[in-house]
């Protein structure tokens, strides 16, 4: 008898958005991120809203599920910046994810802690901020994560080596129709260039029926059920792991209560368990379980993020590439420092989100990059930033430092 297992993972993160920080601010005060007097970009309203709304229905439901289905389990990625907003805001979430783990059937991923992008602009940061995550992780839930996902799931050979390198069994991706070629996303991998480590990829097709497809009632497999869903896996062909990676906030956030996520979520495990030989694994479990039927070779890097599943949401016009790279050029003179309120904030300046809001492209992707920014216009993100960035150039000038 073959199996089959749902690898479900999903990803928890919130930023620290940029209050409307302007010009007049900067040399004056400091407090890029304490927006509670922001409502459009306060933190903490944001934060408890996702709680009410997601993580805490969402996690009284799995720990059910987990509870009546000894076979259900699940893995996920929570960020440093919502770990800290959790402890600081709302501690009640951050025991229902603790209660999660402490089942022995949720497995923390790793990655980076700040949501950032380091990898393709400071090694060194990069691993700094991956120990990061994996001492707070250690920290909240007393494991050590063995699989590892770089912000975005950006993924090339390079984070592959890496991975491998740093000790870790597997690796996840985005299962790119160009990358995959032939291939199905239904199997476990190898990474070009590497002995040992395995590459689990993203099945998108399933995962964005389920996050960004399910409401939709203009789609023509709406409503979506559990059964219909588990009926397209089990009559699938030869296939080992269907990898659902989605944002944790698809449960609630995304797709709010009235669509019917939530029952969705509460029978997949029962329809899914029906079928002879069917069941569920972590990340780990599945590197563990399945052998390689391939290798494969990703020599550009993808991401999960917009049609082009590159890098481009973050990085692709002229002001995400300023404001990024003048951020890391920094990084010697803000190290140098030793001053922790400043390195924090730098670092914070990092996450990921500051230059997707700054994306200016059009069509769907436009606005789902609009739907997720508290800004009104990328250039408004831009120039928040900017400011922000300004003002640590000032306090380095304070230092005695010149940039």
Not at 184 to 210: C, E, F, Q, W
Not at 226 to 241: M, P, Q
Not at 249 to 257: I, L, N, P, R
Not at 354 to 371: L, V
Request: charged residues 25%; aromatic residues 14%.
């Amino acid at each position: 008898m073959s199996t089959k297992a749902i690898v479900l993972y999903l990803h928890v993160h919130q930023p620290y958005r940029v209050r409307h920080y302007t010009a007049l601010d900067t040399g004056k005060t400091h407090d890029y991120f304490d927006a509670d007097y922001d409502h459009q970009t306060s933190n903490e309203r944001i934060l408890k809203k996702v709680a009410e709304k997601s993580y805490l229905p969402t996690n009284k439901r799995l720990l059910k599920l987990l509870e009546h289905h000894p076979e259900f389990k699940l893995s996920l990625s929570i960020t440093g910046t919502v770990l800290e907003q959790l402890e600081k805001w709302s501690p009640d979430v951050l025991r229902s994810f603790q209660d999660l783990v402490k089942t022995g059937r949720v497995e923390i991923v790793a990655e980076t802690y700040h949501h950032s992008l380091a990898f393709f602009y400071s090694r060194p940061e990069f691993e700094i901020q991956v120990d990061m995550h994996k001492a707070k992780v250690m920290e909240l839930f007393g494991v050590e994560p063995a699989v590892f996902r770089n912000t975005e799931l950006s993924y090339n050979n390079d984070i592959a080596a890496w991975a491998e390198q740093a000790g870790y069994k597997g690796v996840l991706a985005e299962g790119w129709d160009p990358v995959l070629d032939w291939r199905s996303a239904n199997y476990v991998y190898r990474p070009t260039g590497t002995d040992h480590i395995k590459l689990l990829m993203k099945n998108y097709k399933l995962s964005d029926d389920i996050a960004f497809r399910f409401g939709d009632r203009e789609w023509a497999e709406w409503p979506l059920t559990a059964d219909k869903f588990a009926h397209w896996l089990s009559e699938t062909g030869d296939a080992t792991n269907f990898d659902l990676f989605m944002d944790y906030e698809t449960f609630g956030e995304h797709q709010w209560e009235d669509s019917g996520i939530f029952e969705f979520l509460e029978t997949l495990p029962a329809e899914w368990l029906k079928g002879e030989g069917h069941t569920f694994m972590t990340v780990s479990e599945a590197c563990d379980a399945f052998e390689p039927v391939d290798e494969i070779d990703v020599q550009f890097t993808t991401t999960w993020a917009d049609t082009e599943r590159d890098l481009s949401a973050w990085l692709g016009n002229k002001i995400q590439q300023q404001s990024i790279h003048a951020l890391y050029d920094l990084q010697d003179s803000i190290l140098h420092t030793g001053d922790l309120a400043l390195i924090e904030d730098w670092r914070r300046l990092q996450t990921s989100d500051h230059f997707y809001y700054m994306c200016t492209k059009w069509w769907n992707d436009g606005d789902i990059h609009a739907y997720f920014s508290p800004y009104d216009s990328p250039y408004e993100a831009y120039i928040n930033f900017m400011n922000a960035y300004h003002d640590l150039r000032f306090r380095l000038s304070e230092k005695g430092v010149s940039v």
